[in-house]
């Protein structure tokens, strides 16, 4: 979270963006929507970029290293390259063209392990933002690995699952930094951190 006094924490705003993400993969990864849907999940995806680069910038010139760093990497690949790509591929089915798309498991590889490997970080943010960030880490995995051809696509409904439950501790944040901020106490308990901190590091209340 933010803990300056020059800016609001934007952190809300950028998990209702992640939650968008999540929810819409969610419904394509489990058979809800089918793949011609793909055209319109890259207009959100790119919607949510705009949103996610400016929470990452502000986080960043607050101090906040690992939520900045977060989601200005999300805001680039998760949100800004998937939106372009969904948009390529529902394009290249419509006119046939051949491409090879185990590409994007390899891109999403460093960005999953990137994610793992940071997840420690967020062991003193609340605990509510732990259990979004831990369900990201074996969805964004598989889904690499999918996309890779490693890993067989009967793992999709698992990822769309981890990815639901994301997005919904993510809401549940994001709500709760709201209403704790606005009312100044807590109304919705986020839980307090795995690991105690003096200083911010990772979203946190404002509060």
Same mark, same amino acid.
């Given at each position: ?9 934007p ?27 793909? $055209? ?12 996610q ?36 591929k ?79 501790? $993510? ?28 200083t ?8």
């Amino acid at each position: 979270m933010s803990k300056g006094h020059d800016w609001a924490n934007p952190a809300p705003a950028g998990l209702v963006a992640l939650a968008m993400a999540c929810f819409t993969f969610f419904a394509l990864l489990t058979g809800r929507v089918d793949h011609s849907a793909i $055209g319109l999940l890259g207009c959100w995806l790119i919607g949510g970029f705009v949103i996610q680069v400016i929470v990452g910038l502000i986080e960043l010139k607050e101090g906040n290293s690992t939520g900045g760093n977060v989601f200005t990497y999300f805001s680039a690949f998760f949100m800004l390259v998937s939106g372009m790509e969904m948009l390529f591929k529902y394009f290249a089915g419509v006119y046939g063209w051949q491409i090879d798309a185990r590409i994007d498991g390899w891109a999403w590889l460093p960005l999953a392990i990137a994610l793992i490997l940071w997840t420690p970080a967020y062991f003193k943010s609340p605990l509510s933002l732990l259990v979004a960030v831990l369900a990201l880490d074996p969805a964004v995995l598989m889904i690499s690995l999918m996309d890779m051809g490693v890993l067989a696509k009967t793992y999709s409904p698992i990822a769309g699952n981890l990815l639901f439950i994301a997005g919904i501790f $993510g809401l549940y944040t994001a709500s709760a930094i709201i209403l704790n901020t606005a009312f100044g106490r807590t109304i919705l308990p986020m839980g307090s951190p795995l690991v105690k901190q003096s200083t911010s590091a990772g979203i946190s209340s404002a509060h």
